[in-house]
């Protein structure tokens, strides 16, 4: 089976909620599907009918391996099943077959001593293990493998009366990167954990909220962007806070390490029509690609022969635009083309009858435009490289159409280390900057192309918005680890 | 949409273990099949590959909602995913529609500082509100509404060191009906509770050790039935068992009020193929039928027009047979007729396009044999009567064939009161007997027969084996309880 | 895969037709189910909404493999898909896979001059080959390889003017055995061949007519019977025969060899509730097992120990019954039991993960009620005999209950010839009667049983009616064709 | 349900066969996934078992509903079903429901006297009513509602003994257009119209012969591009072809009208990435971009405020991109810009839950990346308008992100006609420019733009390759059809 981009990294979720709204689920899901860039494999909504008489109200909940529109087939679902003025929702990669455990898909649903509660999760907890141990030899069982869990179990062991407080308490209780979205018998709870690693933003539609991982989802409903979920913010939306129309806020308490918002969701997993961390993903995408012609250009000998610049569609076509718009501004004389041209069909049940033919599975994905290409000095812009084997798949396709040179730039730096926050990245073994000792003469001659040039730490970080306090985590590019963690994450751990 | 016998009392599962057996998946498969009759619309297997390093060993796990046959519709599941030497099976009654709420599908299978634990129960709890209460004050969360999810979390929660001990401490808190199976990282355990509710088997098969509700799940793989699991017995499967040819057995600690099988499954529940409590389910049932021929005789008029006696097919058949015979011995003129075709292809899915049309519900699923039938004193035996809808409607299909009189015999007394050990009844305004205050002349009429009576609780008593302190729950018939309940169960609690 | 009564013939079809009602795909849907023995492999039907002005109607079809009740799983195909006031519906088996080829599965549906046509049939053409070479000589094209095709292809090349003319100048080409339902835009026809060797009834309900292959299914719409359409019978019911309440009938021209009803029908095919050739199916099967009784009686050594008479259920439960009964007649001291219990959730999805266990698939099937046989005389009554092979399984199985002897009684003569009108028996070389040369002896050692008796040809003649002229096919049993066929039909040729 | 492109006229079909190839199906799988664009609803495959003995091979098939990828889901389908060396497929749009006849899907497969024939049409037949009348009038029974079957009877009625000459003479029989690939016993038969009016080429892979609508097919699979199949030329690739390395050839002969190749599939329907009628579709649609920015340039007030350039992704990429390197080369200041973001996870299934909401459905499928617009003067590129439903739509939402002014630019001129030789286009009434009465500047107001520009079709021809006698079809724009039709063809004669 080939996945979509199977030389990305992978998002380990979208989340999604709604607060207020007749029609709920039906938001949730046009939601999930505009946030479907980050989780393909496993989705699912709980609804909630609110009752004010103070008891449990209902909730309902489906879930299902696939795209979004593959779960919610049936119009039926979600008009009949997904009933109630509040919802949740969660994209997310999974890594279990399609017969095997499903206990992994979220919104986790349960019940405890306050009532009702459903959560969905993006990003991974630090101090998942130590967690876990303390609350097994407390006497606490666990149904999935997944660190998310652990909240649910936290928040119903607290001994605060205030489910708010309850919350907080387990929120406080755990590390590293959570952006959460959690639906209870009253309210619609969002949180965003210290170093806001991922991204979460507050919108508004029709006297409801609404809260999405990324403003594109906000769009799809004409929804009103109201402001960033701030990093160690608690967002409480309930009937008191439509009412007020505005949210209760609290802060989370945590020990001061400061913001670090994942670098990575501008140079790849963010949609460009998003705006998060302040910023228009296109605006940065845009400047990613100027500062890498600017730091590596790639100047045609005769300035009639001006090199051919294409991109990897979709992901890297607005770094290609900024990396065109600056070898115009220089002078040096490039002409954009379309020389990939993406198959849109491919899905996640496309058949690789032949499993032994790597070259293939490039092809049913990408095919080239021959006369663009051929006998031309061709650049080839990337957004980045993990394993490295899709790229070289794809030099070797292109070489069949016969450019003269090729010439790789990629927006971003070498990827050299795992994310622990959120990303799933191959191992450390199988990234080709690490495995290849960051000897980028090494990357160039395994890919098999003329000259490779990688964006620097600097500029990329010199393309990002800095205001009122803005970091940022770019622990993949360099190694440094704004929070530890308690254990080296095995994939098994977290999904068996 | 139709179910089978949807006026038959239902139980609430089957239940089958095995350990020691390279194919054990494949054997609970066969054997959840010779179970189906106890739970039709949603079946399980978790099965384990246990590894004797003391490392916690692979669970796998496949749910569904439907026929055993159904959920394992395809051969690689059972061979590739359900690998491991022991598993353990549930088929169940799920009252939620096909889109709804999956959680309460068993086996349950979790995770706590002992390791994995899968368990399959047969029972019901009579303080599983006082106990979740308690459970949830102390901060755990639910992932079901289902009683048996308590005996897991009190087993996490056991402060024993040894993981039997756990679960011996987790089951003297519980009261009611519980036959279990529970699969651990080295054994299988089983276990019924101090009153012997429903029944448990124990079987051998080549070496390894097997346990099911009824021992019709032996005979279809070939397993030779050892002995009864006994009332108050907690039965350890593990390697040593293995070794030892036999089980280690303890014994669960109650307050003593004594044995208390259900005689409804005798009555109708269990498959007349099978052996439980100690007899022939075959051979009671026949003599039901003997002593209510005894009791309540049709004698024909002249010997010339012998009485045609019919049973519902299929689980009145062994009744019917004894009640002809018994009317052979007493020479009363009597002819057993098949007036009753049923059809064996109504299944979960059939639509009844037309809603409203009672009598083709019950056409749908049976025919009569006009010319039997026609100008005769027909006899019906039928096992029991719970709300008398289909009685009634099979009466007045069999009216349109013509016979003279129509007299209904039941070989059980009048069902009045609920179960709350396990079977699913209709609430108590809902049974016939209840409603029209058991007064049999009143059923009569509704059901619209010349005569009507039923077995009495006396005979019913006679029929069933009483060696060794055997004795037997009533509570449907008489009302009395041999164990309180904390709070009158409604179907919501149970199944939301 | 394990079939249903995989050791018995199958019949090629179960027919159905409605003219005239508002809900005519509904009642084709339930007539459907109660034909579903008939056939169980693929099912469909097609429904008209007539127009009266002439043009062509809308002719709307749903088809597929499987029951009927998976086929038309979900009520709006039947409601929104399938209007009209016309339909007609067909069952039948289907040797080809499920990914196979699906053009056989009727009723087919075509457009020629006459405007639209679709044809469900049931029976066997004998002339088959020889109209179909002589169609493709004439430049016709074949999308099936199914002999009813060949009926479409006569009509639409008839040179009459009056569709009912080319109808039956199509019939009056084709030999061998059809039972028939045609919709055309404008009538509902039906017709059995001259020999008569396939059962077909007209009923009425509600004002409209009603055709199917049984009477069974006129039951279950609460249809009343009318009467046998008679062989050589061509009947239009259109819009003038609901008007007038009686249908137009033309006689089907043919050399006259007279009336050859299928004796197997009574046998083991029909369903005992129904009455086809002028006689209760029920009836007849009852006079076999007393015939057979009669002719081949096993006499206990001493009146204390009666033998104990048990049928394979469900199919020789009448006879077993008529057995029995012949016995009590006799004085000869027997006991009908249930030594065998069926399981009736075997479908045809259900998997044998053992391949190479033969004893199991039987279990799955069946299993003994162990007490009934132990240190018995057992006799089991069967309909018949064709492979041997589950027979033979039964046997052993019946044996492990450890009976003192068994006996096998079978309630018609030894199958030696293959069908050529519409059973789908096993080829010559596996029927245990033909391969056995007729030897009792031989088959009787291969079954393992201690005595072994088939009812002779004579008396299962003089179970039958034989009124007005009725006259019977037996070559399965005698050899002995009534209607010469041109090629050994080889299934390949059918089914592809 | 939302379909892809909603919009824009769809092509009826891409066809592929392949002969010679020990993986024909699989290679066949590739080529359809390739062509997926040319039809999205239905699919299928046959594959032959050839035989060289003379004897009947065996043909394959298998056809559904859906995405390629979705109907060959299971890998055995290919491997284990569609076996053989010798294999055709087909795309198509069906207006068909899911639960509707199915009848219509290709390839058709029939058996005929000479043998086992299949079939793959792209195109439209002009004589259809006028043939199937003959054909009916002569005795002929159709089984689908396609021109297509025609092509098929008129073969099996030819008096020619050679198969080929019967093929030859049947289309010779037809008029209109037809791409075409025939599997027969021995053969892979390929055909073109004497018109050329749709693509066709042919391939070569490892000694086996290829035939394609498009170069883009033979790129996936790694075939070399040979030659196009010219109009008018009938193709036999057989066992010797492949002996002596080349197919055989034959002429269709034809009243002399000339070459009408249809003009639009530059303009929107082939790929990119192919190349057909002797030129790269790519390079075509760069000139049509630049030929547009000469014609209607929109020049920017200030060369410090450059026009902000976006294209409708994907289909009007390329000549987005030809625009913008004009506008370079006059000095125009203009920016490409990627103004809207396309989800390429708009499937078939894709529920609209808010059937009335019109705006929600635009947004399903794109979005604004709202920086890049804001206060801009806006230079839309497309394609084409059709209905011009979707451009308004598209129009609305850039409105909502601000931009100063926005003029649409359209790369072809306005289409008034509907086309009678395969494109399904709407009706007449429903076409804006025909409904406007070429108004442009009625349909600029309607579309609520600054300023509105077609390309000219002198500039359209300018743009596309003239050598040896090509030239085109330009009906839809022109309203000059090359083939006279022989009735207006309802959508409900072709799919009913």
Redesign the interface.
């Known amino acids: 089976m080939l996945t979509l981009d199977s030389d990305k990294p992978r998002c380990n979720c979208g989340i999604f909620g709604i607060f207020g709204h007749p029609?709920a689920s039906?938001m949730t899901?046009?939601g999930l599907?505009?946030l479907?860039?980050r989780g393909?494999e496993a989705s699912g909504i709980v609804s909630s009918e609110f009752n004010r008489s103070g008891k449990k109200g209902?909730f309902?909940?489906?879930k299902g391996i696939g795209?979004?529109?593959?779960i919610?087939?049936?119009?039926e679902?979600?008009?009949t099943?997904l009933n109630g003025t509040g919802a949740i929702g969660h994209n997310r990669y999974s890594t279990t077959?399609s017969?095997?455990?499903k206990?992994n898909i979220q919104p986790f649903?349960?019940?405890?001593?306050g009532g009702n509660?459903a959560l969905a999760h993006n990003g991974n907890l630090t101090n998942f293990h130590t967690l876990r141990e303390r609350l097994?030899?407390?006497?606490?069982?666990?149904?999935s493998?997944s660190d998310s869990e652990i909240i649910?179990?936290l928040t119903?062991?607290?001994q605060q009366q205030d489910q708010v407080l309850q919350i907080k308490e387990a929120l406080e209780a755990v590390t590293g990167a959570y952006s959460l979205v959690i639906l209870t018998d009253t309210s619609l709870i969002a949180a965003r954990d210290p170093h806001g690693f991922r991204p979460l933003s507050l919108g508004r539609l029709d006297g409801s909220f609404v809260v999405a991982s990324e403003t594109?989802a906000f769009?799809?409903?004409?929804a009103e962007f109201v402001r960033d979920v701030e990093p160690g913010e608690l967002l409480i939306v309930d009937q008191e806070a439509i009412v007020q129309n505005a949210p209760r806020s609290l802060r989370i308490s945590a020990s001061k390490s400061g913001c670090h918002q994942c670098i990575f969701e501008y140079v790849y997993f963010s949609?460009?029509?998003s705006?998060i961390f302040g910023e228009?993903v296109?605006?940065v995408r845009r400047k990613l690609g100027k500062l890498l012609a600017e730091e590596s250009p790639i100047v045609p000998e005769s300035p009639d022969d001006p090199v051919i610049v294409i991109s990897v569609?979709?992901s890297s076509?607005?770094a290609t635009?900024g990396f065109v718009?600056q070898n115009v501004k220089k002078n040096v004389k490039s002409?954009?083309?379309?020389g990939l041209?993406r198959?849109?069909?491919?899905?996640r049940?496309?058949?690789q009858?032949?499993q032994h033919d790597r070259?293939?599975k490039v092809?049913?994905k990408f095919?080239?435009?021959?006369?663009?290409l051929k006998d031309r000095v061709v650049v080839i812009v990337d957004d980045s490289i993990v394993r490295g084997t899709t790229s070289k798949q794809l030099v070797k396709l292109i070489r069949e159409a016969e450019p003269r040179e090729i010439h790789f730039r990629v927006s971003s730096p070498p990827i050299k280390f795992p994310c622990h926050y959120g990303m799933d990245f191959p191992s450390r073994e199988e990234l080709i900057a690490n495995r290849l000792d960051q000897d980028i003469e090494a990357i160039r001659q395994e890919l098999g192309v003329d000259s490779l040039a990688y964006l620097s730490l600097d500029k990329l970080l010199e393309s990002v918005p800095h205001e009122s306090g803005s970091n940022y985590c770019t622990a993949c590019f360099s190694g440094q680890y704004p929070v530890p963690i308690d254990r080296e994450v095995s994939k098994d751990a977290h999904d068996?």
Chains 1, 2, 3, 4 share one sequence.
């Not at 919610?72 to 119009?75: L, Y």
């Not at 649903?109 to 001593?113: E, Q």
């Not at 097994?136 to 149904?143: D, K, L, M, R, Y």
């Open positions: 029609e039906v899901y046009y599907h505009a479907q860039h393909q209902k309902n909940v489906v795209l979004v529109s593959d919610f087939k049936d119009d679902t979600l008009k099943v077959g017969t095997g455990n206990a649903m349960v019940n405890y001593k509660l097994e030899s407390a006497g606490t069982i666990f149904q493998t649910l179990h119903a062991r607290s594109c769009d799809i409903i004409g949609r460009p029509d705006r228009s296109d605006r569609p979709d076509n607005t635009l718009s002409r954009l083309e379309i041209i198959s849109h069909y491919v899905g049940t496309f058949i009858p032949i070259e293939l092809k049913t095919n080239t435009v021959k006369g663009v068996e």
